[in-house]
């Protein structure tokens, strides 16, 4: 009896649920005005290449409207007693939740991500992030900070392209439940989501200027970094960039957390469940077309079971869809721009040249569009920049191991230090690996799974301060 492969047909989500504007302004004091200098720049999507819409650039003269709103709201958010701000922040998550469709619809669309990610993953998550902060709105004097916690002022967040509003949600939620006032600028490619949060402000309620979302490129953000009325910078993005924002407030007064790049060691021991392991690895690095700073782009596989393990993940490989992100089988969608494709191609094409053998995954890529597909080298060192550099994108390195303290040394050999996961089924194992490698969050039998309740930040060069959790509140307190 031969196996028999059953084809899906089609069937993909309607985009009839969102109402995509022609153009949009910037949200400043709760309005939506356009850009003091009448620039504007076109949102693309991944996927097709068609334009979306045509989105407002801010310039120097709007970052310092939207600054002086925020600080003029201060006052006022700031003085609310916090079950009030609660009661802002709860109807914030439950309109997130009501319009969780369309906000799904709305970033595949934007960014390239595959809806049931967008629909499963990152909208209940955005949702859960606004739940979790409300409840700790009147508690402040609880979480360990010091009996009377204030807040900071006025907040200057720069998010990314890669989770959008997962993103705007991490840094919204600590910063409103603490009291401060924010001034967002979300990534040049993906600036939709947050402009349509903006409404759900506006629906919630929220006072004017609590909440101002300013879209435009990288000089927007570093103008709004520097800006001497922000008392908070918060940023998730390159390590490049971090490093940039770390030269620009250094000296003043500012308070700064920096979530930045990473090079995730996923470590699969010989006991670990083979097929357990491989979902791991896959949903490690394959989700969000390896667009995720946590990634386990370096496999290390004990050497016992590294055939075994190989010829697993091909086979599983082989059975990924990729293709329209809006259809709702579609495992892997779109890069989310050309420029980041095209560095996914260099370093890939790298790989090859030094000498590691590539493997893709047999799948036919849409003509139109950013596409690139799931890849797999083996034949790694340390020394090759697909084993040192952050790739991010669906770019696999393996490496192998023999003994524990190899696998910990190699986990180490990085700048980076964000993320790691270990398979085995040894919980004695588990523990003793955890506490030597040198990464903020480790996932044991398990990889990107993520929970408001837990704290999530880097070391070295992936950066400093958590965000999640009690200790999220941190950042947004004068402590």
């Not at 040249?353 to 799948?363: I, T, V």
Request: proline share 6%.
């Amino acid at each position: 009896m031969t196996d028999q492969i059953f084809e899906y047909a089609p069937a993909p989500e309607s985009r009839a649920i969102v109402d995509i504007a022609p153009s949009y302004g910037l949200f400043i004091d709760g309005e939506f005005r356009e850009a003091a200098e009448g620039k504007v720049f076109k949102t693309v999507s991944p996927s097709t290449e068609e334009v979306l819409s045509e989105v407002a650039q801010a310039g120097a003269a709007d970052v310092e409207d939207a600054v002086r709103a925020a600080r003029a709201a201060f006052t006022g958010w700031s003085a609310l007693p916090g079950t009030e701000r609660a009661k802002y922040i709860f109807r914030i998550a439950r309109i997130l939740q009501e319009r969780a469709r369309e906000l799904a619809v709305l970033e595949t669309l934007d960014n390239g991500k595959p809806i049931r990610e967008t629909r499963d993953a990152d909208l209940p998550l955005v949702a859960a992030h606004f739940f979790y902060y409300a409840g700790w709105a009147d508690k402040l004097e609880h979480a360990g900070f010091g009996p009377a916690p204030r807040p900071l002022g006025v907040a200057g967040q720069v998010i990314p392209w890669n989770f959008p509003l997962l993103m705007l949600a991490w840094k919204i939620a600590p910063a409103l439940a603490a009291g401060n006032t924010v001034v967002l600028k979300p990534a040049e490619t993906t600036p939709l989501s947050a402009l349509f949060f903006a409404d759900v402000c506006r629906q919630a309620g929220l006072p004017k200027g609590v909440v101002n979302i300013l879209t435009g490129d990288g000089a927007t953000g570093a103008g709004l970094v520097a800006h001497p009325g922000i008392d908070k910078v918060a940023f998730t993005g390159s390590t490049a960039v971090g490093k940039e924002i770390a030269r620009t407030v250094a000296g003043t007064r500012k308070k700064v957390t920096l979530e930045l790049g990473g090079k995730g060691a996923n470590i699969v021991f010989d006991d670990a469940p083979i097929d357990q392991a491989v979902e791991g690895i896959v949903n490690g690095i394959y989700f969000n077309q390896g667009q995720v700073c946590c990634a386990g782009s370096r496999l290390l596989v004990q050497e016992s079971v590294q055939d075994e393990l190989l010829d697993a993940l091909k086979r599983r490989l082989g059975t990924l869809r990729v293709g329209d992100p809006m259809d709702k089988n579609t495992d892997v969608g779109a890069i989310n721009s050309a420029e980041q494709l095209a560095r996914i191609t260099e370093l890939a094409d790298s790989g090859e040249a030094e000498g590691a053998e590539r493997w893709s995954a047999p799948c036919e890529l849409p003509s139109n569009g950013y596409w690139f597909a799931p890849t797999v080298f083996t034949g790694v060192s340390q020394a090759h920049r697909i084993a040192r550099e952050e790739i991010f994108g669906p770019v696999l390195s393996v490496l192998t191991f023999r003994t524990p303290d190899e696998a910990v040394a190699k986990a180490n050999n990085t700048p980076y230090g964000l993320s790691a996961g270990i398979w085995t089924e040894k919980g004695s194992r588990i523990l003793a690996m955890a506490s030597r490698l040198r990464a903020g969050v480790v996932w044991a039998n398990t990889f990107n799974k993520f929970d408001p309740t837990s704290p999530f930040g880097g070391y070295q060069e992936s950066g400093y301060g958590r965000e999640g959790g009690r200790h999220g509140l941190e950042a947004y307190l004068d402590v």
